[in-house]
């Protein structure tokens, strides 16, 4: 009874929010998944200039290991991996996106823990080129949590 209370009322809140927003529109789906072996199963993302994208990131790590953390955050460049380690603070109180790169983040998700999703819709810049995506949660990146958004 109460799980039909709640699917009721989401469908009215559903129905009031047909405005319009600034809010990037959803784009093009891409499910993107890592588990505790820290890496990304995809490294490579391709996109057109301008283009909406819809990230749909999973944390399959298993439930057990409640300390695998992850997220997947864009920068408005390419960061070759030594670079980009190095930008990064070797610890950070809090595991969202380091203060000195939020000013060049496109955008990130929220942190998933194990057997969660996460969804980030954004657009790709209009400039051609490579853009680096990451895990923010300290050493990850380090570890091969970094892949690349190609525009071209
Ligand atoms: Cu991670």
Redesign the pocket.
Known sequence: MILGLLAGGSSFAGQESEEPSAKAEAGRSIAIE?DES?VFSIVEIKAQPGEFLSIIFTNTAPADSSEV??NVAFLNREFESQELLQTLPPTEDNFGLPENLREICLGETSIAKPGEEVELSFQAPWDKGNFTFF?T?PG?AFLG?QGLLVVE
């Open positions: 890592a820290l953390l992850h895990c949660i990850h949590m």
